[in-house]
Nanobody
Framework: QVQLEESGGGLVQAGDSLRLSCAVPGRTFSHYGWFRQAPGKEREFVASIRWTAGTTTYADSVKGRFTISGDTTKNTVYLQMNSLKPEDTANYYC?????????????????WGQGTQVTVSS
């Protein structure tokens, strides 16, 4: 069983930046995604990356502020979050999938981390 390991969450003020990391021990996948879930809400797509090609996809709510990237030497996926807003407050999850296409739905991903909390104060 592959267990993804997120880190980098915390409490910041609106306008600040954070970088989340997701370590993927043991193997690589074709696609990685970041999702988030706020209390009382469904888990929602944030960003995804096709590992070998580096192509990325973003939710409209984070486009221009967040950047997903990967380090193949460390087998680690990052989510750089700039200009954070209070509405970005959520538990952020890293996910992985082995498939031919990118996907933006949680059900399309087979492997998940435990999540890391991001709280943005106004």
């Amino acid at each position: 069983q592959v267990q993804l390991e997120e880190s980098g969450g915390g409490l910041v003020q609106a306008g600040d930046s954070l970088r989340l990391s997701c370590a993927v021990p043991g193997r690589t996948f074709s696609h990685y995604g970041w999702f988030r879930q706020a209390p009382g809400k469904e888990r929602e797509f944030v960003a995804s990356i096709r590992w070998t090609a580096g192509t990325t996809t973003y939710a409209d709510s984070v486009k221009g502020r967040f950047t997903i990237s990967g380090d193949t030497t460390k087998n680690t996926v990052y989510l750089q979050m700039n200009s954070l807003k209070p509405e970005d407050t959520a538990n952020y999850y890293c996910a992985a999938r082995q498939a031919a296409t990118q996907a933006a739905t949680p059900g399309a991903y087979s492997y998940w981390g435990q999540g890391t909390q991001v709280t943005v104060s106004s």
